[in-house]
C-alpha cells in the first residue's frame, strides 16, 4: 500500500468511448502526476500538478484531459483515443509545494488501458 | 533539456554475487537523482536518492548508488543479489532549480539466478 490508489485497475474501451481514470493520494501531497508507461519505452510525463494547478503539460494531445480538483485527487478524461494510447497510465504524488519537494514520487498501481 | 539513459536492457547476474546497474544522465544545473524499482504488475517503488552531500546514497534493500559528476553518473549497486531483487530497475533526474518534472530512462530488467 503506497498511499496512491488508482482506479480501474484495467479499462478496455473503443476508439470513441469517453472514459476516465482517477488517482487518490492519502500522503497529505500537494503535487500529483500523471505518467505513461509502453513497453521498452522510458516512462512519459504527461501532466503535472501542484496545488490544483497545473506545471506540466508535456505535449500531451488533447484526447487526454487532466483533471484536479484538490490536492488528492487527479483524474485523466480520455476521448476518442488511438489503439497506440494502449499503455499503462501511473499516477504519483510528491510532497510539492516549492523548493521542499526534493522530487520522492509516490506511485499507484496503474491502469491498463487498452484502446480496440 | 533533461535525459537519462539506461544502456542496459537486461542485466543478468548470479544469487550472491555483487550487481550494478548502470545509469548517465543530462540535466541543466546540478541534478536530484533517483532510483525506483517495479515489481510485474505494481507501479514503481522509491529506492534512493541522492540530493546532495556524500556521493555514495544507500536505499532500501541493501541497494546504494554512487553519484559521479564528471560522468554525470548515478550507477545502482548492491554487493550481494538475491533471487527476489529480479525486477525493472528505473533511473530519474529532476533538476534542482525548481519544478516538478522527473524524467525517467528506459529502464533495465535484473535477472538474479539461484
Known amino acids: 500500500e503506497t498511499g496512491v490508489t488508482q482506479t480501474p485497475r484495467h479499462l478496455v474501451m473503443g476508439m470513441t468511448n469517453k472514459k476516465s481514470l482517477k488517482c487518490e493520494q492519502h500522503?497529505?501531497?500537494?503535487?500529483m502526476y500523471w505518467y505513461k508507461q509502453s513497453a521498452k519505452k522510458p516512462l512519459e510525463l504527461m501532466f503535472v500538478y501542484n496545488f490544483k494547478e497545473q506545471t506540466e503539460n508535456n505535449s500531451v494531445p488533447s484526447r487526454f484531459s487532466p483533471e484536479c480538483p484538490n490536492s488528492s485527487h487527479l483524474f485523466l478524461h480520455l476521448h476518442t483515443l488511438q489503439p497506440e494510447d494502449s499503455a499503462l497510465y501511473l499516477c504519483?504524488?510528491?510532497?510539492?509545494?516549492?523548493?521542499?519537494?526534493?522530487?520522492?514520487?509516490?506511485f499507484g498501481e496503474g491502469s491498463r488501458l487498452t484502446v480496440l | 533539456a533533461q535525459s537519462v539513459a539506461q544502456p542496459e536492457d537486461q542485466v543478468n547476474v548470479a544469487e550472491g554475487n555483487p550487481l550494478t546497474v548502470k545509469c548517465t544522465y543530462s540535466v541543466s544545473g546540478n541534478p536530484y537523482l533517483f532510483w525506483y524499482v517495479q515489481y510485474p504488475n505494481r507501479g514503481l517503488q522509491f529506492l534512493l536518492k541522492y540530493i546532495t552531500g556524500d556521493n555514495l546514497v544507500k536505499g532500501s534493500y541493501g541497494f546504494e548508488a554512487e553519484f559521479n559528476k564528471s560522468q554525470t553518473s548515478f550507477h545502482l549497486k548492491k554487493p550481494s543479489a538475491l533471487v527476489s531483487d529480479s525486477a525493472l530497475y528505473f533511473c530519474?533526474?529532476?533538476?534542482?532549480?525548481?519544478?516538478?518534472?522527473?524524467?525517467f530512462g528506459a529502464g533495465t530488467r535484473l535477472f538474479v539466478k539461484a
Open positions: 500522503l497529505g501531497h500537494n503535487a
Open positions: 530519474a533526474v529532476r533538476a534542482n532549480t525548481g519544478g516538478f518534472k522527473t524524467i
Open positions: 504519483a504524488s510528491s510532497q510539492g509545494g516549492s523548493l521542499a519537494d526534493t522530487g520522492e514520487l509516490f
